[in-house]
């Protein structure tokens, strides 16, 4: 259920979907499994929350 998975997410970290993962003109995107949060991999190679 996705509020459960949203709960899940203020405690921790957001998990990335393989799944779901794209490269877009060489920028990975991917969602949070738990709670569908948009993400992408940033130049350093962290994940960060698509704004
Ligand atoms: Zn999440």
Redo the contacts with the bound molecule.
């Keep these: 259920m996705k509020l459960i998975?949203?709960i899940r997410?203020l405690f921790r970290p957001?998990?990335r979907s393989h799944s779901r993962a794209r490269q877009v003109e060489g920028v990975y995107h991917s969602v949070?499994r738990?709670?569908g949060?948009a993400m992408y991999r940033d130049r350093d190679r962290n994940w960060r929350v698509t704004r």
Aim: with cysteine; hydrophobic share 0%; proline share 0%.
């Design positions: 998975g949203r997410c957001h998990k949070c738990h709670c949060t």
